[in-house]
């Protein structure tokens, strides 16, 4: 698997030379949330683990347009386990395997009650009906897809809230990707709904506990929004996001790596574990974060990371 990586890599970092240089930023509107947990902690001791995690990613991800940011990309499993293995460690990190592996932290209480959002059900929530399963305290569940068929019964049958959405970071007309018959996707030009009108509908705008999200490439647009501007969502803990092709697309795809330096010099989201598609197949990193930022995801999932918690 490695050498056939190793191709890849060889031709992605030529690729990259030529796009991974250019900066670009999104100008987005605020919009002001009613009873959002406080938007920030105040400053805690990291422990000496959190204090390495944070300064490998922040080393790993400095160059961010640069050629090395290629080879990041196509190594991302390895850079992350080499940073964040013993954080991951500490905090007992569970995976959850269906179609495809959804990751987790649970709290310490027995008893604790959480809020999930899955963007693109897809025709799978295995791992979500196994989270669930495992730690019962769900008490509100939505799940957004553009197709009803298939995918609302599946949202409905774990007591949750269907929304039909195609995803995107604004409102607006563009192109998707939307699965069809079999696993076939069909490449259409479509009615898009933020994730800020998205949130609202379903009703998540105080916090979301388990963000996840596997929309089609739009992850990267959002990812970012969400990096520059987070005073625009909710407070959101763990985040389970595939990221697709990033040379397929568009800008914010080509910038993914600025995007995670970005998100490393802000230490609000840890990257924490990625997992990647075989070699046989365009690199999709699903990757998942944990917020170590704000004070109620502090408190309820990562004190174990602060001395004085």
Same mark, same amino acid.
């Given at each position: 698997?490695?050498?056939?990586?190793?191709?890849?890599? +060889?031709? !992605?970092?030529?690729?990259?030379?030529?796009?991974?240089?250019?900066?670009?930023?999104?100008?987005?509107?605020? $919009?002001?949330?009613?009873?959002?947990?406080?938007?920030?902690?105040?400053?805690?001791?990291?422990?000496?683990?959190?204090?390495?995690?944070?300064?490998?990613?922040?080393?790993?991800?400095?160059?961010?347009?640069?050629?090395?940011?290629?080879?990041?990309?196509?190594?991302?499993?390895?850079?992350?386990?080499?940073?964040?293995?013993?954080?991951?460690?500490?905090?007992?990190?569970?995976?959850?395997? !269906?179609?495809?592996?959804?990751?987790?932290?649970?709290?310490?209480?027995?008893?604790?009650?959480?809020?999930?959002?899955?963007?693109?059900?897809?025709?799978?929530?295995?791992?979500?009906?196994?989270?669930?399963?495992?730690?019962?305290?769900?008490?509100?569940?939505?799940? /957004?897809?553009?197709?009803?068929?298939?995918?609302?019964?599946?949202?409905?049958? +774990?007591? !949750?809230?269907?929304?039909?959405?195609?995803?995107?970071?604004?409102?607006? $007309? !563009?192109?998707?990707?939307? +699965?069809?018959?079999?696993?076939?996707?069909?490449?259409?030009?479509?009615?898009?709904?933020?994730?800020?009108?998205?949130?609202?509908?379903?009703?998540?705008?105080?916090?979301?506990?388990?963000?996840?999200?596997?929309? @089609?490439?739009?992850?990267?647009?959002?990812?970012?929004?969400?990096? @520059?501007?987070?005073?625009?969502?909710?407070?959101?803990?763990?985040?389970? $996001?595939?990221?697709?092709?990033?040379?397929?697309?568009?800008?914010?795809?080509?910038?993914?790596?600025?995007?995670?330096?970005?998100?490393? +010099?802000?230490?609000?989201?840890?990257?924490?574990? /990625?997992?990647?598609?075989?070699?046989?197949?365009?690199?999709?990193?699903?990757?998942?974060?944990?917020?170590?930022?704000? @004070?109620?995801?502090?408190?309820?999932?990562?004190?174990?990371?602060?001395?004085?918690?």
């Amino acid at each position: 698997m490695r050498n056939c990586r190793f191709s890849y890599v +060889l031709i !992605g970092v030529s690729i990259a030379t030529l796009f991974f240089l250019i900066q670009r930023n999104s100008v987005s509107q605020s $919009i002001n949330f009613v009873g959002i947990p406080t938007p920030s902690s105040p400053l805690l001791p990291w422990t000496p683990e959190l204090e390495h995690a944070v300064t490998c990613l922040r080393t790993a991800f400095q160059d961010g347009t640069s050629f090395r940011a290629a080879y990041h990309w196509f190594y991302l499993p390895e850079t992350t386990d080499k940073c964040s293995s013993k954080i991951a460690t500490i905090l007992s990190m569970q995976e959850f395997v !269906g179609e495809e592996p959804k990751f987790f932290i649970p709290t310490t209480s027995r008893n604790f009650t959480y809020k999930m959002l899955t963007l693109g059900v897809g025709h799978n929530l295995e791992a979500e009906e196994k989270i669930m399963k495992a730690h019962p305290g769900c008490t509100r569940y939505v799940g /957004v897809d553009p197709d009803p068929k298939i995918n609302q019964d599946l949202v409905e049958k +774990l007591g !949750g809230k269907f929304l039909k959405h195609v995803v995107a970071v604004d409102d607006n $007309i !563009g192109v998707a990707s939307l +699965l069809g018959q079999g696993q076939a996707y069909n490449t259409v030009q479509t009615k898009r709904t933020s994730l800020i009108n998205v949130i609202k509908e379903a009703e998540l705008t105080d916090v979301i506990d388990v963000l996840i999200m596997d929309i @089609e490439g739009a992850e990267f647009s959002i990812f970012l929004d969400m990096i @520059e501007s987070p005073q625009k969502y909710p407070v959101i803990c763990q985040l389970n $996001i595939e990221f697709h092709d990033a040379f397929a697309n568009g800008p914010e795809a080509l910038d993914i790596i600025d995007s995670f330096d970005k998100m490393a +010099l802000q230490s609000r989201y840890l990257l924490l574990k /990625v997992t990647q598609y075989p070699c046989s197949k365009p690199v999709f990193n699903r990757s998942f974060f944990i917020n170590i930022k704000d @004070e109620y995801c502090i408190k309820k999932y990562v004190s174990k990371l602060f001395t004085s918690a």
